[in-house]
């Protein structure tokens, strides 16, 4: 904790005084220009990520980027999304998993109950992600370690925009375009992010566009690969 209480002290005394009007501005308020979903995992900074200021991003985040659908039951995921696109106005939503992730990892390593610890929070969230466990159980039966947990959080990201569509407030403004949904995934060791382009079906990393440069596009998000 004492690295932290010195980093309050350096960001009051420096950090913020290089962006003075930045702060002074946002004390009348916020208006973020994306809602970014991501993990609660430590090595994801949104801001840091995206090159992006106090301000700009409305940040949800959770134990695997996960949004209940609408009616299973009253939580915070949805009262943030309806904030934001109801109060705040946002458009643009975008899911963000990343690569390692602990909690797609839990998702599918099979666990005898009385070998774990008990985590019975953890267990019942992750039913939320129930869709995504049993896609890649039946699309990628061949995949294992580090290339399985890639792919269940890719899978993952889709099907949490797919639950994002359940909430009425998204629902009634989806097919309108007057919210756009985002799936993106964020590699931890390279600092790379890739999009899901709907159009072909995969990830892509961005900076990669033209499309049809086929080689720098990833199979992820291809379902039946394996
Ligand atoms: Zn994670």
Not at 82 to 93: N, P
Not at 145 to 154: C, Y
């Amino acid at each position: 904790m004492h690295d932290l209480v010195k980093g309050v002290h350096q960001f009051h005394n420096v950090g913020r005084r290089q962006h003075l009007e930045l702060f002074e501005n946002l004390k009348h308020g916020q208006n973020p220009e994306a809602c970014f979903i991501t993990c609660a995992d430590s090595r994801i900074l949104p801001n840091l990520i995206t090159d992006s200021e106090p301000g700009q991003l409305f940040t949800i985040r959770n134990v695997g980027n996960l949004i209940p659908c609408y009616g299973t039951s009253n939580n915070g995921e949805m009262a943030a999304v309806e904030y934001a696109v109801v109060e705040l106005g946002i458009r643009d939503l975008i899911i963000c998993g990343h690569t390692g992730c602990g909690a797609m990892k839990a998702l599918m390593t099979p666990v005898d109950p009385l070998q774990r610890p008990h985590v019975p929070s953890v267990v019942n969230w992750l039913k939320h992600a129930d869709a995504t466990a049993e896609i890649v159980r039946t699309h990628y039966p061949n995949l294992s370690g580090d290339e399985l947990i890639q792919v269940t959080a890719e899978e993952n990201v889709l099907v949490q925009l797919e639950h994002l569509k359940t909430l009425p407030v998204i629902a009634a403004r989806f097919p309108t375009g007057d919210v756009r949904l985002h799936g993106w995934m964020y590699k931890i060791d390279t600092g790379e992010v890739f999009y899901f382009d709907s159009e072909v079906g995969q990830f892509v990393k961005f900076g990669d566009e033209p499309r049809d440069d086929s080689s720098q596009k990833r199979k992820a998000g291809t379902r039946g690969k394996s």
